[in-house]
């Protein structure tokens, strides 16, 4: 029997919603042992002086627990 555990991941990036989903399942990944899945449950833009300055994603992180 598999069980799994989901936690909750904020990431950030200059760049885009895009490369903070990457940088935050790579981290994931790096401190996390079989991560299985992700999926995104909000975004949102930080804005200075009438500019976006970083793009944040919040996402939940699915992995499998160790026997």
């Given at each position: 029997?598999t ?41 949102k ?23």
């Amino acid at each position: 029997m598999t069980v799994a555990r989901v936690t909750e991941i904020t990431a950030s990036s200059t760049k885009s919603f895009e490369d903070a989903l990457t940088v935050g399942v790579a981290r994931a990944c790096k401190t996390l042992n079989r991560v299985e899945g992700a999926w995104i449950q909000d975004q949102k833009v930080v804005i200075k002086n009438n500019k976006i300055v970083e793009y944040r994603v919040n996402m939940k992180v699915t992995f499998i627990l160790e026997e």
